[in-house]
């Protein structure tokens, strides 16, 4: 339980520091982000909105460490300003609407990832130059060093633009209605996040499986594992059970923070493919400098990371009995 | 860590695994770490790619004599030919001459990126490790603050402030936000390595806590050290064209990353321009590859147990 404590006050000194970055970086540039943003968008924010916008960022005629409580009490509101790009749009629903798209397929992406990866690392370790040890790994791991990027690119270009299996872009086809009960509809989205989680599943496993495996060989050196088989118990249960339960630890550590850079890596994915998710829109907000748009969307990364993390901790206190 | 019973001063670096029979066939003048790291072969394979790209990037003014390849020389959207051997891109620009001369931006910009990463983290990482008390408890705060603010969002967030940074820009802000990672590695190898004989020795003898930091400990994790630092280097590669792919980087340099930011620009995916994206993906994808061999090398001769896989068989 202590330790569960500690950790919750250091992602609360985190959060902190992470909002406090969130408000210096722009101060640390030349010139005041409103009046750059106004030049261009000249016209469509009125002086009103401006002004709001100011005290929204905590750019008001003040020292600074009032203008940094006024930008707090704003967050604490739920107050993230309005998007441009989106204008006039609240910011949060613009992340509202961008998130669900992004957990759904780098979420359950990541996940598959992570799963598959393990799963194929533990009978890697198990079998050792067997298989999947000696196939499967090396070529997970070849693809695992492409840069994400490319790797979507290519798959885009042969399996959707070559052999038009996969749709080209988009995150469904926007001649139909969105209606969440009708199958058209659900078939279409199905069908156009599939390329995507296939590029974040193949390059993420190689990186789990080699974790995974390096993990088990250490564990099958241990003694337990001998005493273990002496006994006669299954195999299943001493690989599953024994080394597996052992092994997986520091995997679980490795996944809460990946699940942080699931949402770095599906901006890129994102990218490629025109998906509407939370990386779409931070390229987008920076590409049309919507500074209220990229600061809330960074936040909310931050804070999802955080939340990944505690919750990795929970975890990892359930099996590790040491850690209670 | 096999090397804490190593006299001090002594510079060991990775646990040499020399066969004797091979030992006796080479003769040549090299270092024992040298020759074991060539002896596992995929590092060795690693080592040859990596050879082959920085003589790319070193001869870069002899294999595509250009002033300035982001000129338009041709024709556009040239497929592949005896003139421009990876054809043009849609502006005309010589794909080949882009993706030679980015060879050099991209790894060095790399490289000096891993260096920087690494120096920043050794100072943290070992003073941490070796002071303790109150200074290791803030730095170790720092670090697991750095470690857990998502880094790519970051990077980007701060790019888009910094508005289009160059080649010097991005080495930077790639520094100031990846540290971390190597830092926890190296203190919790420091905390390790302190308590060990020979730097008591040291203690005892009166050498500063600096010198022994340095010339003590250091030196006793240098395969830690190197396989972080390839590390650092393969991940700012792939961060700097990742940046520059998605257009926050300087699109004037002629960079690997660049080159795929104008081929997605140009929508090179659905007119079927291949040329202009998988010559300088495919470089990049070989020099990350080629590290990433070279980490799993090292890993094998620094850790027995990932060895001997014909002996073992199953593992049981």
């Known amino acids: ?324 | 860590m096999e090397h804490s019973n190593v006299p001090a001063g002594q510079t060991t670096v990775v646990a040499p695994v020399i066969h004797p029979k091979s030992a006796r066939r080479l003769r040549l003048p090299v270092p024992d770490w040298l020759r074991s790291i060539l002896h596992n072969r995929k590092a060795a394979a690693g080592i040859a790619i990596l050879v082959f790209f920085t003589l790319i990037a070193l001869f870069a003014n002899q294999l595509a004599p250009t002033r300035n390849a982001a000129r338009i020389v041709g024709p556009g959207s040239q497929a592949p030919s005896a003139d421009f051997l990876f054809g043009t891109s849609r502006q005309g620009q010589d794909i080949f001459a882009q993706v030679v001369h980015g060879a050099r931006t991209s790894m060095a910009v790399g490289f000096v990126t891993g260096t920087v990463i690494m120096l920043i983290a050794i100072t943290i990482g070992l003073t941490a490790g070796y002071v303790g008390g109150w200074i290791d408890e803030l730095l170790s705060l720092i670090t697991n603050v750095f470690l857990i603010l998502p880094g790519l969002p970051l990077i980007i967030v701060v790019a888009g402030w910094l508005n289009r940074p160059g080649p010097f820009t991005v080495v930077l802000v790639l520094s100031v936000t990846s540290w971390a990672y190597a830092a926890r590695v190296l203190r919790s190898q420091t905390l390790t390595l302190r308590n060990s004989e020979f730097v008591a020795a040291a203690r005892v003898v009166g050498e500063p806590s600096w010198r022994i930091i340095m010339f003590e400990i250091l030196p006793n994790m240098t395969s830690l050290v190197v396989s972080a630092w390839i590390g650092a280097v393969l991940y700012a590669i792939l961060t700097e064209a990742g940046l520059e792919f998605i257009g926050l980087g300087d699109a004037n340099a002629v960079t690997w990353g660049t080159t795929l930011y104008w081929a997605q620009n140009n929508q090179a995916l659905l007119t079927g321009n291949w040329w202009t994206f998988i010559p300088p993906g495919m470089c990049i994808a070989l020099v990350g590859f080629s590290l990433t061999l070279i980490n799993y090398g090292i890993d094998e001769i620094t850790n027995p147990r990932l060895q001997n896989q014909e002996h073992e068989g199953d593992a049981k």
Do not use: C
């Open chain 1, 1 to 324: 339980m202590r330790f569960l404590v500690r950790r919750t006050g250091f992602y609360m000194v985190a959060a902190l520091i992470a909002i406090t970055l969130n408000f210096f970086i722009p101060r640390m540039m030349s010139g005041d982000p409103v009046t750059a943003m106004f030049a261009r968008f000249q016209g469509r924010l009125e002086p009103r909105t401006m002004d709001a916008l100011r005290e929204t960022f905590g750019f008001v005629d003040a020292p600074i460490h009032e203008q940094y409580f006024t930008y707090l009490q704003n967050l604490l509101q739920g107050n993230f300003g309005t998007s441009i790009t989106a204008f006039p749009a609240p910011v949060t629903e613009v992340i509202g609407n961008a998130l669900v798209w992004t957990l759904r397929l780098a979420g359950t992406a990541t996940i598959v990832s992570f799963v598959g990866g393990t799963l194929l690392g533990i009978f890697a370790a198990w079998k050792r130059g067997r298989f999947s040890d000696s196939v499967i790994l090396p070529f997970l791991s070849f693809i695992g060093a492409f840069p994400y990027f490319f790797v979507a690119m290519l798959l885009l270009y042969i399996l959707a633009f070559g052999l038009k299996w996969f749709p080209l872009s988009h995150a469904y086809d926007l001649s139909i209605r969105v209606d969440w009960g009708s199958p058209e509809f659900v078939m279409s989205v199905l069908q156009h996040a599939a390329l995507p989680a296939f590029t974040i599943v193949i390059t993420g496993m190689g990186g789990w499986m080699l974790g995974m495996r390096n993990n088990m060989i250490g564990v099958l050196g241990e003694d337990y594992i001998v005493m273990a088989q002496a006994k006669g118990l299954s195999d299943r249960r001493v690989m599953l059970t024994y080394a597996a339960r052992n092994a997986i630890l520091p995997s679980v550590t490795g996944f809460a923070m990946s699940l942080g850079f699931a949402i770095g890596g599906a901006l890129l994915t994102e990218i490629v493919f025109s998906y509407p998710g939370i990386g779409f829109w931070l390229l987008s907000a920076v590409n049309g400098r919507d500074y209220p748009l990229m600061q809330g969307i960074f936040l909310m990364i931050t804070l999802a990371v955080l939340l990944a993390n505690f919750m990795a901790d929970v975890i990892y206190v359930m099996l590790d009995p040491r850690a209670r």
